[in-house]
C-alpha cells in the first residue's frame, strides 16, 4: 500500500519506517526541509533504538521524505495525521491537526480514486468525527459515499521501545465508521496476524488512547505515594513493599506449571522521582480538562497530576537533607532524559531538579550518555554539561540519579575509591544500596526511629 504519513515527530518517523519495514511504500511529509532531506539521506534525526537500521535498509527507496504534502496525498492510498497536539491548561492545541486536515482535503479536491485519511495524534474523544471530518469534507467536496473516508488508529508506543512496540504490538486499535476505512486499515495491518484488533468507533478508539496513558501514569503516582509514606517508616523500603504487591497474583499471575508470569505493567507500580515525557503529562491534563468542560470533576486524575507535580521536590528534600544544605555544594544530576533509551527531554523532572537546586545555590553538573544535545536547548546555561560520567562524578558532594541509564550502575565501583565518597540520591531506585557509602533514596525509610523523628522536624 502506498502510505503517506504527516507529521515526522516521534510518532510519524517511527510509523513510517515501521510501516516501510513491513512491505509498503511510505512518505513522510514535513513542513521543515532539513527533517524531510535526513528521511532521504537515512539519517534519524531522533534517538530511538532500531531505528537507523530500518531508515538504512528503506530510506530513498520505499521510505521517502518530502515537504510536497499535496502531491504525497495524491499519490497515496491512505494518509495518516502524525501531527503535535500540544496541552496548554488542560485544553489540547488542534492547529495543526487542522492544517493538516485542511491541507489533506484540498489535495483530495478533484480526484475520484478512494483515499482514507487516518488520524494517528492523541486528540480527545470526538476530535475525529467532529472537528477532522467535516474539515476533510470541505476541502475535498468529499465525504465516504465518495469515497474519503476518516479513522482514528491511536499509537501504543513507548519511547525508547517504539519499534519494538510497532513490530510486535500487544492489540491493534481501529476506529472506524465506515467499510472503506476499516479494509484499509486491516490491509495496512496485514502483516501482524494474531494480534488482537479491535474494531470500534472513532470517539470510542480516542477514549481508549487517553484511558491507557492516564492508568500507566496512575499507577506511577500511586507508588510515589506509597513510596513518599514509607520513607517515613524506620527500616522499610518501598521497593520490598512494591515486590510484595506485585506477587499477588491478580498481578503477576501463575501458571498451572508453577511459572509466575511478571507483566510489563509491574514496570509501572515503582517509586521513584515522577513521570515526564510527551505523553503521560500532556494527556492526563488533557483527559481531566476534556472532562471539565463536560462538567465533571476528575479527583483521581488531578491526585495523579499533584502527586507528580510534587514528586521532583522529594529528589531536592533528600541532597538538602543528606548535605545539611545544597548552598555552596557541587551536585552531579544523572540523567536528563525523561527515560533511558530515548533523548526525548520534554516535562523531564530532571530539568525541575536542576532548576531548583540552582534556584538554592547549589553549582549543579550533568551528564546523559544519549539527550546532552537536546537538553542543552532548554537546560539552565548555569548548569553545566560533562562528556562522561567520571567527569561528572569528578569531586562532587553529592550525585541524583534521575534516569534509569544502564551505564548509571557503575556508580558505585566509580566511587569505590573516593577519599570522600559523595552522597548519592537514588531517583529511581536503580542502585544497590549496600553498595554507596552515602545512600538515600526515594521510599527508603531511615534506619532508627531517631532518625525519622529528626528528618520529620527538619521538613517542619
Wanted: glycine share 10%; aromatic share 4%.
Amino acid at each position: 500500500m502506498k502510505v503517506t504519513i504527516v507529521g515526522t515527530g516521534y510518532v510519524g518517523l517511527v510509523t513510517g519506517a515501521c510501516l516501510a519495514n513491513v512491505g509498503h511504500t511510505v512518505t513522510c511529509v514535513d513542513i521543515d526541509p532539513a527533517k524531510a532531506e535526513a528521511i532521504e539521506r537515512g539519517q534519524a534525526f531522533l534517538y530511538e533504538p532500531g531505528l537507523q537500521e530500518i531508515l538504512d535498509r528503506h530510506a530513498g527507496r520505499t521510505l521517502r521524505g518530502t515537504t510536497d504534502l499535496v502531491g504525497a496525498v495524491r499519490s497515496s492510498d491512505l494518509t495518516m495525521i502524525a501531527v503535535g497536539t500540544p496541552s496548554s491548561n488542560g485544553t489540547i492545541d488542534l492547529g495543526h491537526v487542522k492544517a493538516a486536515a485542511r491541507q489533506i482535503g484540498e489535495a483530495l479536491r478533484g480526484r475520484a480514486q478512494p483515499h482514507v485519511v487516518v488520524v494517528k495524534s492523541t486528540v480527545v474523544p470526538g476530535t475525529t468525527e467532529d472537528v477532522v471530518a467535516p474539515i476533510l469534507r470541505e476541502g475535498s467536496g468529499r465525504g465516504p459515499e465518495d469515497g474519503v473516508a476518516v479513522a482514528m488508529n491511536p499509537e501504543f508506543l513507548a519511547e525508547g521501545n517504539a519499534v519494538y512496540d510497532f513490530a510486535d504490538p500487544d492489540r491493534i486499535v481501529l476506529g472506524v465508521s465506515d467499510a472503506l476505512a476499516e479494509a484499509r486499515l486491516r490491509e495496512l495491518y496485514a502483516s501482524f496476524p494474531g494480534v488482537d484488533v479491535l474494531v470500534t468507533t472513532p470517539r470510542t478508539a480516542e477514549a481508549i488512547k487517553y484511558a491507557s496513558n492516564a492508568a500507566l501514569a496512575t499507577l506511577i503516582s500511586f507508588s510515589n505515594e506509597v513510596g513518599n509514606l514509607v520513607a517515613t517508616l524506620p527500616g522499610v523500603d518501598v521497593r520490598t513493599v512494591m515486590h510484595g504487591l506485585h506477587l499477588d497474583r491478580r498481578w503477576s499471575p501463575i501458571l498451572a506449571d508453577g511459572t509466575r508470569v511478571r507483566p510489563g505493567v509491574l514496570a509501572f507500580l515503582a517509586a521513584g522521582c515522577g513521570f515526564g515525557g510527551s505523553c503521560f503529562p500532556k494527556d492526563v491534563e488533557a483527559l481531566a480538562g476534556f472532562a471539565r468542560g463536560r462538567g465533571m470533576p476528575t479527583p483521581i486524575l488531578d491526585a495523579v497530576l499533584s502527586v507528580n507535580r510534587a514528586q521532583p521536590a522529594e529528589v531536592v528534600a533528600l541532597l538538602e537533607r543528606g548535605l545539611g544544605g545544597v548552598r555552596g555544594r557541587h551536585v552531579a544530576v544523572l540523567g536528563l532524559a525523561f527515560k533511558p533509551h530515548t533523548d526525548d527531554v520534554r516535562e523531564s523532572v530532571s530539568l525541575v531538579v536542576v532548576r531548583e537546586l540552582l534556584a538554592r545555590g547549589a553549582h549543579v553538573r550533568a551528564y546523559d550518555p544519549v539527550a546532552a544535545e537536546t537538553a542543552r536547548a532548554v537546560l539552565d546555561p548555569a548548569c553545566t554539561l560533562r562528556d562522561s560520567l567520571e567527569e561528572a562524578l569528578d569531586g562532587v558532594d553529592a550525585v541524583a540519579v534521575m534516569t534509569a541509564w544502564p551505564e548509571f550502575l557503575e556508580v558505585p565501583a566509580l566511587l569505590a575509591s573516593s577519599a570522600k565518597p559523595p552522597l548519592v540520591v537514588d531517583g529511581r531506585r536503580m542502585l544497590d544500596p549496600a553498595t554507596v557509602t552515602r545512600y538515600l533514596g526515594i521510599g527508603l525509610g531511615p534506619r532508627h526511629e531517631s532518625e525519622a523523628e529528626a528528618a520529620v522536624l527538619s521538613e517542619a
